[in-house]
């Protein structure tokens, strides 16, 4: 696998230019990032949510932080928990377990991105494999998360 199916489809149908970046395989983000020496707070990763009527929203944060349910939950006035691991798999079933694009979009989701990720020239993304990453210039992942909330949520874990 390199590209999830819907992910691809998403692209194309919007026009998206991307750069395909390989790695030595890895099992998350952080991993990604080192494996293809990209720095940490460039790489956009996926948190899956749910809110108090059960509906699906993906979190978009730099790879580097963790989502904090508090402050979205007072931003937004509403009741965010983490989804389970395995319901998320079965969500994201055109990726590989762990790889899953931030592109709420592409699988019919709200979406709410971090704004440190506003300012960055080009965002990098999992493709969907725990082998590619896709380099998208700033101006095009702005149009990807132009329908979401952009706030400031997160927090750095690494240093």
Known sequence: MTISTRLDTYLTAHA?????VEHSPSISSIGSA??????LNQIAKAVILKDHED??????????????????NELLHASFSLRKEQEVYAMFNDCEQGAIPPVGEAYNMTTICD??????DYVYIEAGDHNNLLRIAHHDFEHMVAKGKHLRFSSEVFH
């Open 34 to 39: 080192i494996s293809a020496q990209i720095p």
């Open 115 to 120: 704004e440190l990720l506003n300012k960055l």
């Open 16 to 20: 998206i230019p991307y750069q395909m």
């Open 55 to 72: 509906r699906n929203v993906m979190a978009i944060l730099p790879a580097k932080n963790k989502v904090s349910l508090s402050a979205l």
